[in-house]
């Protein structure tokens, strides 16, 4: 990775992180943003429930309601683009799930990129990586973690 990759990555990372900052789920706070094939940031996203739906703390302290209401932070950032996704680049403060990755492969996003998750993390959603990395290898999007 050269200077520039570098400091983008250093920057993007971070700038998905102050995102997440702005999400209300109290055990995950998760945020992306989105950059074209020119580096120009297109969107940014993070997890929480939909607009208009009341993002209580019952709701979201009870896990089995909140992973059915909530959309991730991918999904938000790609709904929210003010610019092509063909080609775009990702940041995500976690890896994504299946579901994300779908629609990620969906919309055309060619480069995906995240920090190393933690122990915890990474034995937690082994399966859904797994099936992740899967289906971003067979599109041909480019995963890059460290």
């Not at 209580?56 to 059915?68: E, V």
């Not at 190393?116 to 990474?122: I, L, N, Q, V, W």
Request: glycine letters at 4%; aromatic letters at 8%; a neutral charge.
């Amino acid at each position: 990775m050269n200077f520039e990759e570098q400091r983008l990555w250093d920057w993007a990372v971070e700038m998905a992180r102050h995102v997440a900052k702005l999400s209300k789920d109290p055990s995950s706070q998760v945020g992306a943003v989105i950059f074209d094939d020119k580096r120009r940031l297109v969107s940014a996203g993070y997890n929480g429930l939909p607009r208009g739906v009341e993002d209580s703390p019952a709701r979201l302290q009870n896990r089995d309601i909140k992973y059915k209401m909530i959309l991730h932070a991918e999904c938000n950032a790609m709904a929210f683009a003010t610019g092509k996704l063909e080609g775009a680049t990702l940041f995500c403060t976690h890896p994504c799930c299946t579901q994300c990755a779908a629609q990620i492969i969906q919309m055309g996003i060619k480069h995906v990129c995240w920090p190393t998750p933690d122990r915890e993390f990474a034995e937690r959603w082994a399966c859904d990586m797994k099936l992740s990395m899967e289906m971003f290898t067979e599109a041909q999007v480019s995963v890059h973690v460290r």
